[in-house]
């Protein structure tokens, strides 16, 4: 095996001896290296910089630049990141001696060959066994950084490096003005597979789909496994159309192809979700948003399909029809700040998993923001991120830092509430964050909204018993309503003096509490919805007792 480390490696040769040069190059090629030469240090330097070497074996002593400095200036592309890659040096010398070691280690050399040889054998077989010892570095480099940049059972892109590419591919889309396409799809009842035929048949039906991918995809293309049995490709030069017709190609294969493993056949299919940069597509990170809401679109519409994102979205029909309804009176002169349900509290990335855990099932909060130290937002964190970690002690005490998700769908608290609304009908996203520049400050999602639009369109209309069911709320006289409203004031202050006390923790009885009064304050303001609506009778006092007029 050791033979095989890295069957042709690059190796650059730097001496001011031309016999030297021409030895070492006939013993290297003879092993299949590739060899370059250089007769000085600054010329090294300069094929460096053009073609980033494995092994660099040079002379101690040369004019103008020597093996020394060589090696330091080397080590400083290193640290720099100028260069690709480690490369191993093998500094030459005649010298012999602790001290030149110790200066040509301390220089940054990793090994020496000594010119001192007895016979060309000699010098033959010190040269292979200190080369073999470098590549063994070499390969050992390499395979660090393929772990680090792909996923071991598919070899494709991991989830990190796809960003870090992708987002390079975004910048010359955008400077370039070229179509830019994001495709997520994922293996259609993926956990069926597992159970009935076992993780190893799982895995080898993904291996199976990143194979085919490959196969289907250009250079210029990026590719990753997005997660579990989920991927992703970004398409530059492909607009919506495109990148359909060449998800449609796939999926096809996959339908009319099942996955061959020993003796039997696994049938699967795949569901994918597309979506193009368009004009208003403000981060890679939404792009890639629209194609996973377009990919769920197509799980939830039934699987083995790909769906494009504009197909999410209403149509014109759709939103005639709503403009017809009046829903869009509904909305006149009304921001999302309005409506917004306010965050009361925000996450460090620094939090243990534990403590945030633990808060998230003594409130049942589901998400929460993750904000820095100038609560500049930094991501979502929710109830989902933790589920994974059951059963790790170490990564239940880490902080949250690595699991907060980037992937965030925010607008400003200024937005009007009719483009939250036209959003939120079009996808299947249930929440989206509001932000006043980029600190969080609340959030809508549907049941709030709906309950706004409800009571909103109760009290234009007047038409509150059947807007809002008879049986939906008590039927309190406007004096019961008075007691009812000062009664719970009185005890809304009471619970304020609790929550102010900080040392004071919650008992269970006051968290009782709170639900109660939820409800209370609901039903006691559907009452004033109803007492303020057009038709009701004399409203006049009614509002101003509650703080409205």
């Not at 090696?71 to 093998?90: E, M, N």
Request: charged residues 25%.
């Amino acid at each position: 095996m050791e033979e095989n480390l890295l069957l042709s490696a690059n190796v650059l040769i730097a001496d001011d001896d031309p016999a030297i040069l021409r030895l070492l190059t006939h013993l290297l090629e003879q092993g299949g290296h590739h060899v370059r030469t250089a007769s000085d240090g600054n010329q090294c330097l300069q094929m460096i910089l053009q073609d980033c070497p494995d092994v660099l074996i040079t002379d101690w002593k040369m004019p103008d630049l020597d093996g020394i400095e060589l090696c330091r200036r080397l080590r400083q592309l290193h640290s720099r990141k100028v260069l690709p890659h480690y490369t191993y040096i093998l500094l030459m010398t005649a010298q012999s001696g602790k001290a030149s070691f110790i200066e040509g280690l301390e220089a940054g050399a990793d090994d020496f060959i000594e010119k001192s040889a007895e016979s060309l054998t000699d010098l033959r077989t010190e040269i292979k066994t200190r080369l073999k010892a470098a590549l063994r570095t070499r390969k050992l480099e390499i395979d660090l950084e393929f772990a680090a940049k792909y996923d071991f059972l598919t070899q494709l892109l991991n989830r990190v490096t796809f960003f870090e590419m992708a987002q390079n591919v975004w910048n010359r889309s955008i400077s370039n003005k070229f179509p830019l396409s994001a495709v997520m799809f994922d293996c259609d009842f993926f956990k069926r597979i597992n159970d009935i035929h076992g993780h190893v048949a799982g895995d080898a039906v993904l291996r199976a789909i990143a194979a085919i991918l490959k196969g289907f995809t250009r250079s210029s293309d990026v590719v990753c496994r997005y997660g579990g049995e989920e991927f992703c490709v970004l398409l530059p030069g492909c607009n919506e159309k495109t990148a359909w017709n060449w998800a449609e190609r796939i999926r096809r294969h996959f339908e009319t192809q099942p996955v061959k493993r020993g003796n039997f056949e696994i049938g699967i299919t795949l569901s994918f979700g597309v979506a193009e940069r368009l004009t208003d597509t403000a981060f890679l990170d939404q792009l890639i948003e629209q194609a996973d809401q377009a990919l769920l679109f197509a799980k939830e519409s039934g699987r083995n399909r790909c769906i494009r994102f504009s197909e999410t979205i209403a149509n014109d029909s759709d939103q005639t029809s709503l403009a017809r309804s009046g829903v869009y009176d509904l909305f006149e002169g009304i921001t999302v700040g309005e409506v917004m349900t306010p965050f009361t509290l925000t996450i460090s990335p620094q939090e243990s998993v534990a403590s945030v855990a633990d808060f998230f099932l003594k409130t049942r909060i589901e998400a929460l923001p993750v904000v820095d130290a100038n609560e500049n937002l930094i991501g979502m964190i929710s109830e989902k991120n933790f589920i994974p970690l059951i059963g790790n002690l170490d990564r239940w005490r880490d902080a949250i830092a690595d699991l907060v998700s980037a992937t965030v769908i925010s607008y400003p608290v200024d937005t009007p509430l009719r483009v939250v609304f036209d959003f939120l009908c079009r996808v299947s996203a249930r929440q989206v964050l509001l932000v006043d520049g980029n600190t969080p400050v609340g959030f809508i999602n549907r049941t709030p909204l709906l309950r706004w639009l409800r009571n909103r369109w109760a009290n234009m209309t007047g038409q509150f018993a059947e807007i809002v069911p008879d049986n939906s709320i008590r039927d309190l006289p406007y004096k019961d309503l008075k007691e009812s409203s000062e009664a719970l004031m009185n005890v809304l202050a009471k619970l304020n003096e609790t929550l102010a006390d900080k040392s004071q923790e919650l008992q269970n009885a006051d968290r009782n509490k709170i639900v109660t009064l939820i409800s209370q304050s609901q039903d006691i303001m559907d009452q004033v919805l109803k007492h303020s609506a057009p038709g009701t009778g004399d409203t006049s006092g009614t509002l101003s007792q509650f703080g409205f007029g």
